[in-house]
């Protein structure tokens, strides 16, 4: 099984910065792809960031100021945000598709990790 846990929320003001981690444990090989998305209250769950084997691609919202990248060795992903925004606050989840275990069949289905909480205000 394969369980994915973020860290690094928490109170910033704005224009603050903000890194959140993102692990992945359990019987694994590799994993494809790894997104951030994030939802703010009363609102849809939007994606943030996403990496596969390529350069990230991100949310218009966050470009310029939010930066992903990965550490495969670790199974870890990572989210510097920069310049955070009152709109930035939500709580973000860590996603992750397409992981293969040790044996190298692919998991069924894709993992979500069960978030943190950004806040971003005075």
């Known amino acids: 099984q394969v369980q994915l846990v973020e860290s690094g929320g928490g109170l910033v003001q704005p224009g603050g910065s903000l890194t959140l981690s993102c692990a992945a444990s359990?019987?694994?090989?590799?994993?494809?792809?790894m997104d951030w998305y994030r939802q703010a209250p009363g609102k849809q769950r939007e994606l943030v960031a996403s990496?596969?084997?390529?350069?990230?691609n991100y949310a218009d919202s966050v470009k310029g100021r939010f930066t992903m990248w990965r550490d495969n060795t670790k199974n870890a992903a990572y989210l510097q945000m920069n310049s955070l925004k009152p709109e930035d606050t939500a709580v973000y989840f860590c996603?992750?598709?397409?992981?293969?275990?040790?044996?190298?069949?692919?998991?069924?289905?894709?993992?979500w990790g069960r978030g943190t909480q950004v806040t971003v205000s005075s």
């Open positions: 359990g019987s694994i090989f590799d994993i494809y792809v």
């Open positions: 990496q596969s084997s390529g350069e990230p």
């Open positions: 996603h992750a598709d397409r992981i293969r275990a040790v044996s190298l069949n692919y998991y069924s289905g894709d993992y």
